[in-house]
């Protein structure tokens, strides 16, 4: 072996390096290797190259943020045609990784230069070949990788996304061009076809991952850096999500956002997001705060107010969080040092985790626009309360909420043939239908002046129908927030002295809803009446 010749070769590539990321991992990867096969350390030539990498790599990363920014704005929601099967491993930039990702005995060492020896040093051939060639590491072909494999099949794109419970015939003239260019066939599909809610921004997301995890594979010194902005690309997906499709949301309820999601987000756009001032002295990298794509429309009724670009948006979110998932275990392990493990916990458990929360708020958007709720509000508000007897007929509000739900119901089921619709986007939208209508209620009811015994009971007789409406449509038993009205409205029959106590339990509701509670049971009595209002005001100033 000629040494010399080759630490010739190390050195001119080192002195010829351009500013190419990938370039300086080949150098780095010559200079360990030579220090493999030379037997000799270059421990000022690693520092520098060290140092010089994790410059490159810094500029490397607000290039592929900037990217991922315009692949975020420019994108139209739809889905892209993946196989049923499709994960993250299956992409070209993951092949090289492929062994180690599925090798259970590398997995369960925690050895993370185990990891880097059993992967870069292949064998002396191929340290030979790459040396006396021109070709960059990431270019030269030392394993058998085969090309990608993951756009769905003809027989994949032809099936129909039918729900189970569809009763609908579908003739051989429908043909919808939307996504997959879908063709139905006479027959009714019973077999639903599970779909990977996939954009051309997840895949984006994906295969930079898949460079990042080489880089990390390769320099195991910046591994950290690496998997740190790995963690902001799923930030940004999520922020953006967030901000694109809730953004319309026109109602408030603090019950929308869970408190994980919501520090989550606030923490997000403090630490990535410019907030349209330059701070000289922040060193921090950010971006600015982007706009949802102009072919995206979410205001049109005939359009579902783009629920479809809604589900494919979180759901592609999600999937996204699972492919992260999928990751863990090898990312802990290039990490060497438990005491630097925290930001990756916190991943994990906040950020990935409140992905799934992000249905709510994004779904109820569109379900706050499809059901009107201030109209409901002001026909509750011409019902007499004040009746003496109970009534056997339900107001007429409640037929117009039940025309709302079987509305939504076949708009939901014609929305199916379009995309795919799981059982958990299913129950996520019903359940923020059922949010809305009992919270609407419970305001509905807080408005009245005055109510007798008879007219709380045909507030018991209204809901009770809605109720039973609701799960015969929808199949949810029970009614989702049914204890939010019931709750309300028997409240009116307890007694004086318990009444302060129930009203310091239920923070759920708010304080002009308990002051209009109140304000009826103690209609004919002021002093009364004026010591709770006086109590709910002073609880809810704590």
Same mark, same amino acid.
């Given at each position: 072996?000629?040494?010399?010749?080759?630490?010739?070769?190390?050195?001119?590539?080192?002195?010829?390096?351009?500013?190419?990321?990938?370039?300086?991992?080949?150098?780095?990867?010559?200079?360990?290797?030579?220090?493999?096969?030379?037997?000799?350390?270059?421990?000022?030539? &690693?520092?520098?190259?060290?140092?010089?990498?994790?410059?490159?790599?810094?500029?490397?990363?607000?290039?592929?943020?900037?990217?991922?920014?315009?692949?975020? +704005?420019?994108?139209?929601?739809?889905?892209?045609? $993946?196989?049923?099967?499709?994960?993250?491993?299956?992409?070209?930039?993951?092949?090289?990784? +492929?062994?180690?990702?599925?090798?259970?005995?590398?997995?369960?060492?925690?050895?993370?230069?185990?990891?880097?020896?059993?992967?870069?040093?292949?064998?002396?051939?191929?340290?030979?070949?790459?040396?006396?060639?021109?070709?960059?590491?990431?270019?030269?072909?030392?394993?058998?990788?085969?090309?990608?494999?993951?756009?769905?099949?003809?027989?994949?794109?032809?099936?129909?996304?039918?729900?189970?419970?569809?009763?609908?015939?579908?003739?051989?003239?429908?043909?919808?061009?939307?996504?997959?260019?879908?063709?139905?066939?006479?027959?009714?599909?019973?077999?639903?076809?599970?779909?990977?809610?996939?954009?051309?921004?997840?895949?984006?997301?994906?295969?930079? !991952?898949?460079?990042?995890?080489?880089?990390?594979?390769?320099?195991?010194?910046?591994?950290?850096?690496?998997?740190?902005?790995?963690?902001?690309?799923?930030?940004?997906?999520?922020?953006?999500?967030?901000?694109?499709?809730?953004?319309?949301?026109?109602?408030?309820?603090?019950?929308?956002?869970?408190?994980?999601?919501?520090?989550?987000?606030?923490?997000?756009?403090?630490?990535?997001?410019?907030?349209?001032?330059?701070?000289?002295?922040?060193?921090?990298?950010?971006?600015?705060?982007?706009?949802?794509?102009?072919?995206?429309?979410?205001?049109?009724?005939?359009?579902?107010?783009?629920?479809?670009?809604?589900?494919?948006?979180?759901?592609?979110?999600?999937?996204?969080?699972? &492919?992260?998932?999928?990751?863990?275990?090898?990312?802990?392990?290039?990490?060497?040092?438990?005491?630097?493990?925290?930001?990756?916990?916190?991943?994990?458990?906040?950020?990935?985790?409140?992905?799934?929360?992000?249905?709510?708020?994004?779904?109820?958007?569109?379900?706050?626009?499809?059901?009107?709720?201030?109209?409901?509000?002001?026909?509750?508000?011409?019902?007499?309360? +004040?009746?003496?007897?109970?009534?056997?007929?339900?107001?007429?509000?409640?037929?117009?909420?039940?025309?709302?739900?079987?509305?939504?119901?076949?708009?939901?089921?014609?929305?199916?043939?379009?995309?795919?619709?799981?059982?958990?986007?299913?129950?996520?939208?019903?359940?923020?239908?059922?949010?809305?209508?009992?919270?609407?209620?419970?305001?509905?009811?807080?408005?009245?002046?005055?109510?007798?015994?008879?007219?709380?009971?045909?507030? &018991?007789?209204?809901?009770?129908?809605?109720?039973?409406?609701?799960?015969?449509?929808?199949?949810?038993?029970?009614?989702?927030?049914?204890?939010? $009205?019931?709750?309300?409205?028997?409240?009116?029959?307890?007694?004086?002295?318990?009444?302060?106590?129930?009203?310091? !339990?239920?923070?759920?509701?708010?304080?002009?809803?308990?002051?209009?509670?109140?304000?009826?049971?103690?209609?004919?009595?002021?002093?009364?009446?004026?010591?709770?209002?006086?109590?709910?005001?002073?609880?809810?100033?704590?």
């Amino acid at each position: 072996m000629d040494i010399d010749k080759y630490k010739k070769i190390i050195k001119q590539r080192f002195n010829n390096g351009t500013f190419n990321v990938w370039k300086h991992l080949e150098i780095v990867w010559l200079m360990e290797a030579s220090e493999e096969f030379c037997g000799k350390k270059l421990e000022i030539l &690693q520092q520098s190259m060290k140092e010089q990498c994790s410059l490159y790599f810094s500029q490397y990363h607000a290039s592929r943020l900037d990217e991922l920014c315009i692949f975020l +704005e420019h994108d139209g929601w739809e889905l892209c045609p $993946v196989k049923s099967t499709f994960t993250a491993t299956q992409l070209q930039e993951f092949k090289s990784l +492929e062994s180690v990702l599925n090798d259970s005995e590398l997995l369960v060492s925690t050895n993370t230069t185990s990891i880097k020896n059993k992967d870069i040093w292949t064998n002396f051939e191929n340290f030979r070949k790459y040396l006396e060639s021109d070709l960059s590491f990431l270019d030269a072909k030392f394993d058998n990788t085969k090309d990608e494999d993951i756009l769905a099949t003809i027989d994949e794109k032809t099936v129909d996304y039918i729900s189970e419970d569809s009763e609908d015939e579908i003739n051989h003239d429908s043909i919808i061009n939307y996504a997959f260019h879908r063709l139905y066939t006479k027959k009714k599909i019973k077999t639903r076809l599970a779909v990977p809610m996939v954009t051309n921004t997840t895949l984006n997301v994906l295969r930079v !991952c898949g460079r990042y995890l080489q880089m990390s594979k390769l320099l195991t010194s910046i591994a950290v850096t690496v998997i740190q902005s790995m963690i902001q690309f799923f930030e940004l997906y999520l922020y953006c999500i967030n901000l694109f499709f809730s953004s319309d949301f026109n109602i408030t309820s603090k019950s929308v956002y869970t408190s994980k999601l919501r520090l989550t987000l606030t923490r997000i756009e403090k630490n990535l997001i410019r907030d349209g001032t330059i701070n000289m002295d922040d060193e921090t990298l950010k971006v600015r705060r982007l706009n949802l794509s102009s072919v995206v429309d979410l205001h049109r009724d005939d359009n579902f107010f783009g629920l479809a670009e809604r589900v494919v948006g979180v759901e592609s979110l999600i999937f996204l969080g699972q &492919q992260y998932d999928n990751l863990q275990s090898y990312l802990r392990r290039l990490i060497s040092e438990n005491s630097e493990k925290g930001f990756l916990d916190q991943f994990y458990t906040e950020t990935v985790r409140s992905a799934v929360d992000l249905r709510k708020p994004v779904y109820m958007a569109v379900v706050s626009k499809y059901f009107k709720d201030t109209n409901i509000i002001t026909l509750m508000n011409r019902v007499n309360w +004040e009746i003496k007897d109970v009534m056997s007929q339900h107001s007429s509000y409640i037929d117009v909420l039940h025309h709302d739900i079987e509305a939504f119901a076949r708009s939901l089921n014609n929305l199916t043939r379009l995309i795919p619709i799981t059982t958990d986007v299913k129950f996520a939208l019903w359940d923020n239908v059922a949010h809305l209508i009992t919270h609407t209620l419970v305001e509905g009811y807080s408005n009245a002046r005055k109510c007798s015994n008879g007219g709380r009971g045909l507030m &018991q007789l209204d809901y009770t129908q809605l109720k039973l409406k609701f799960e015969s449509i929808t199949g949810l038993r029970p009614m989702p927030y049914s204890e939010f $009205v019931e709750s309300y409205v028997k409240a009116y029959y307890i007694p004086e002295n318990t009444l302060r106590e129930w009203i310091r !339990c239920h923070k759920e509701y708010s304080s002009k809803q308990l002051i209009g509670l109140v304000s009826c049971m103690y209609q004919n009595n002021k002093k009364s009446r004026q010591k709770f209002v006086t109590f709910i005001e002073d609880q809810s100033s704590r």
